[in-house]
């Protein structure tokens, strides 16, 4: 018998979307900026508890150039990355010609491992070539060690842009990613715990910063009745239909995140009694992930071959963790300061589905093909 296909985390609309999407119609404001545009930064201000500014932008990645800008990275200024992450953490420091240093992961957040970021930074002082900033990664929805990167980058005062692309939603001792970074970053791509079809957020406590990221990313138009330009700027600011797709997901993010919850608890319930599959957890109190995507560690290479296949022959998707920068062709000739935990994780790591959207029958095939499996 056929069965749907169970993608890995498909977007998942509320319903809400069209009254959005309609107003824009109507009021013929279907391009960039515009009223949806200013309540979706304002409902994203709101949700992250009000203390900070937000711009919404055309993508994640163009969030993560803009915030680059924002902090002078120039041509031939170094710029410090976590390597285990998606490619569009790190792309945004080569389009600026800059040169990125790419750190390894640490164990109990498998983001960026404060002992190699501090070694890569006095690395960087020996050469006399100063960090201009740090791109620290919430991957999967697990804050990084905020604390400590925090206190690392105060020590030497470079400051932090925060990629919480996948972490909407997630926190840190009782605060929200998106809050932490000198300037911090959603992403709201179709993957992504809520979608505008496509965007991007800026967030910064700084409003200048903020307001700086709306300059560059409209073409960097100076005050004049005529245009005007002494800056270089960008095509990156939000359309308004976007924005009103965004601002009908927001209705239903924390609904989104108790299901993203729930679905790991499923998956926690089946492994818990395991010994040779790790499903990825919170290290401690501190830590509450949106657990955007749950992740199992196998140790054993067959077993994980094996688990690929039973998912593969009922139509359920998986995938490979993300291969680290200094594994990638484009990357692995930049400097990488860091142990084999981020190569390890990369082997033997696989991505369940975790799509909210999924119903009770969904998730039973899922928990069928795993207690067959165990
Ligand atoms: C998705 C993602 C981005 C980029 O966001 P886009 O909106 O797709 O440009 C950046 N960093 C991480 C970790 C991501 O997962």
Same mark, same amino acid.
């Given at each position: 018998?056929?069965?749907?296909?169970?993608?890995?985390?498909?977007?998942?609309?509320?319903?809400?979307?069209?009254?959005?999407?309609?107003?824009?119609?109507?009021?013929?404001?279907?391009?960039?900026?515009?009223?949806?545009?200013?309540?979706?930064?304002?409902?994203?201000?709101?949700?992250?508890?009000?203390?900070?500014?937000?711009?919404?932008?055309?993508?994640?990645?163009?969030?993560?150039?803009?915030?680059?800008?924002?902090?002078?990275?120039?041509?031939?200024?170094?710029?410090?990355?976590?390597?285990?992450?998606?490619?569009?953490?790190?792309?945004?420091?080569?389009?600026?010609?800059?040169?990125?240093?790419?750190?390894?992961?640490?164990?109990?957040?498998?983001?960026?491992?404060?002992?190699?970021?501090?070694?890569?930074?006095?690395?960087?002082?020996?050469?006399?070539?100063?960090?201009?900033?740090?791109?620290?990664?919430?991957?999967?929805?697990?804050?990084?060690?905020?604390?400590?990167?925090?206190?690392?980058?105060?020590?030497? %005062? /470079?400051? =932090? #842009? +925060? *990629?919480?692309?996948?972490?909407?939603?997630?926190?840190?001792?009782?605060? @929200?990613?998106?809050?932490?970074?000198?300037?911090?970053?959603?992403?709201?791509?179709?993957?992504?715990?809520?979608?505008?079809?496509?965007?991007?957020?800026?967030?910064?406590?700084?409003?200048?910063?903020?307001?700086?990221?709306?300059?560059?990313?409209?073409?960097?138009?100076?005050?004049?009745?005529?245009?005007?330009?002494?800056?270089?700027?960008?095509?990156?600011?939000?359309?308004?239909?976007?924005?009103?797709?965004?601002?009908?997901?927001?209705?239903?993010?924390?609904?989104?995140?108790?299901?993203?919850?729930?679905?790991?608890?499923?998956?926690?319930?089946?492994?818990?009694?395991?010994?040779?599959?790790?499903?990825?957890?919170?290290?401690?109190?501190?830590?509450?992930?949106?657990?955007?995507? %749950? /992740?199992? =560690? #196998? +140790? *054993?290479?067959?077993?994980?071959?094996?688990?690929?296949?039973?998912?593969? @022959?009922?139509?359920?998707?998986?995938?490979?963790?993300?291969?680290?920068?200094?594994?990638?062709?484009?990357?692995?000739?930049?400097?990488?300061?860091?142990?084999?935990?981020?190569?390890?994780?990369?082997?033997?790591?696989?991505?369940?589905?975790?799509?909210?959207?999924?119903?009770?029958?969904?998730?039973?095939?899922?928990?069928?093909?795993?207690?067959?499996?165990?």
């Amino acid at each position: 018998m056929y069965k749907e296909r169970i993608w890995l985390s498909p977007p998942h609309m509320s319903g809400h979307e069209m009254k959005y999407i309609q107003q824009a119609f109507e009021s013929g404001w279907v391009t960039q900026g515009g009223p949806n545009v200013d309540a979706f930064e304002i409902e994203t201000r709101r949700f992250l508890g009000g203390s900070v500014s937000c711009a919404a932008v055309s993508s994640g990645t163009a969030a993560i150039h803009l915030a680059l800008r924002i902090l002078g990275v120039g041509t031939g200024d170094v710029v410090i990355c976590q390597s285990l992450s998606f490619v569009a953490s790190v792309n945004p420091i080569l389009y600026l010609g800059a040169i990125p240093v790419l750190v390894g992961s640490e164990p109990e957040t498998w983001n960026i491992s404060p002992k190699h970021l501090e070694n890569a930074i006095i690395d960087c002082l020996q050469k006399g070539e100063k960090p201009k900033a740090i791109v620290a990664v919430c991957l999967y929805g697990m804050p990084y060690q905020i604390d400590e990167v925090a206190a690392i980058a105060e020590k030497y %005062n /470079i400051p =932090i #842009i +925060e *990629d919480s692309a996948e972490a909407l939603g997630s926190k840190y001792k009782g605060k @929200y990613c998106g809050t932490f970074g000198d300037i911090s970053i959603l992403s709201y791509n179709g993957n992504k715990i809520i979608t505008s079809s496509g965007g991007g957020m800026l967030i910064s406590k700084n409003k200048e910063y903020v307001e700086k990221a709306r300059f560059l990313a409209t073409q960097a138009r100076d005050q004049a009745p005529h245009y005007e330009h002494s800056q270089l700027g960008y095509n990156y600011r939000m359309s308004n239909v976007s924005a009103g797709i965004g601002l009908g997901q927001m209705e239903v993010l924390e609904d989104r995140v108790a299901q993203k919850r729930q679905i790991h608890k499923i998956y926690s319930d089946i492994f818990c009694n395991d010994t040779q599959i790790q499903l990825f957890e919170n290290p401690n109190k501190e830590f509450d992930s949106n657990f955007w995507m %749950n /992740i199992v =560690i #196998i +140790e *054993d290479a067959n077993l994980k071959s094996e688990m690929e296949s039973v998912f593969s @022959y009922n139509n359920i998707e998986t995938r490979p963790f993300w291969k680290p920068m200094h594994l990638q062709p484009l990357y692995k000739n930049y400097s990488y300061f860091g142990d084999e935990l981020s190569n390890k994780l990369y082997e033997k790591g696989l991505c369940l589905p975790s799509g909210t959207g999924m119903d009770i029958e969904a998730i039973q095939r899922i928990k069928d093909c795993l207690i067959s499996f165990l």
